[in-house]
């Protein structure tokens, strides 16, 4: 079965201070991949999808950016961390194909980011 | 732009009642729909999928249905248990874009002992 993987779960950091997350999925093969952030009163953004190794799309102008060095790791980082993203981010991965699911997401159990 | 709603915004009720919640969504060309569960400081559970072409799905006491054409979906929970307690949360997927997920803000349940 499919696990996926989310590190760390609690992070505080000061603002200025560098942002690398990381996530990671386990028993499937060439999924697509996905990171959102769910922030106070604000409900789930979309903020990168990769297709594959070192494609990514971003959906939102930010100070995030995001990697995909391996099949099944994504990582979301940023040089230097603002205020403004505090927030709850989640990755997700779906599989590409009709039989596998038909891009039905599936969730990981996040990390809680609080910019100080 | 895809914008999703979800009413009510909060529901309580007692337990064993049969409840219904409420996404709409403000253009018809989607992919698929996806209801989800979240539960406090949690990551978020699929409960159910719906194809574009599909009317309805089940799973245990839950059942989703869309009709797309109206831009509406509704999640019926029958038999509510206080562990159904949890916020509920309706995706829809760009027809145009398998990859571009929208979230409605989502209905927060409690099941009353």
């Known amino acids: 079965s499919q696990t996926i993987h989310q590190w760390p779960a609690t992070l505080v950091q000061p603002v200025g201070s560098p942002l690398s997350l990381e996530c990671t999925v386990e028993?499937?093969?060439?999924?697509?991949l996905y990171w959102y952030r769910q922030a106070a009163g604000r409900g789930l953004q979309l903020l990168f999808y990769?297709?594959?190794?070192?494609?990514i799309s971003s959906e939102v102008p930010q100070n995030l950016s995001a990697s995909r060095p391996q099949d099944r790791q994504f990582i979301l980082s940023s040089k230097k961390l603002l205020l403004s993203d505090s927030g709850f981010y989640l990755c997700a991965w779906s599989s590409t194909t009709l039989a596998g699911g038909a891009y039905e997401q599936y969730f990981g159990p996040g990390t809680r980011l609080t910019v100080t | 732009k895809q914008e999703v709603t979800q009413i009510p915004a909060a529901l309580s009720v007692p337990e064993g009642e049969n409840l219904v919640l409420n996404c709409s969504f403000t253009?018809?060309?989607?992919?698929?729909l996806q209801w989800f569960r979240q539960d406090p400081g949690k990551g978020l559970t699929s409960l159910l999928l719906?194809?574009?072409?599909?009317r309805e799905q089940t799973s245990g006491r839950l059942n989703a249905s869309l009709d797309k054409s109206s831009g509406r979906s509704t999640l019926y929970i029958a038999a509510s248990q206080p562990g159904d307690s949890a916020t509920y949360l309706c995706a829809v997927t760009n027809v145009y874009n398998n990859n571009d997920m929208r979230f409605g803000a989502g209905t927060r349940l409690t099941v009353k002992p």
């Open positions: 028993g499937t093969s060439n999924p697509n």
């Open positions: 253009d018809s060309a989607i992919y698929n």
């Open positions: 990769s297709v594959g190794i070192g494609q």
């Open positions: 719906i194809q574009s072409s599909q």
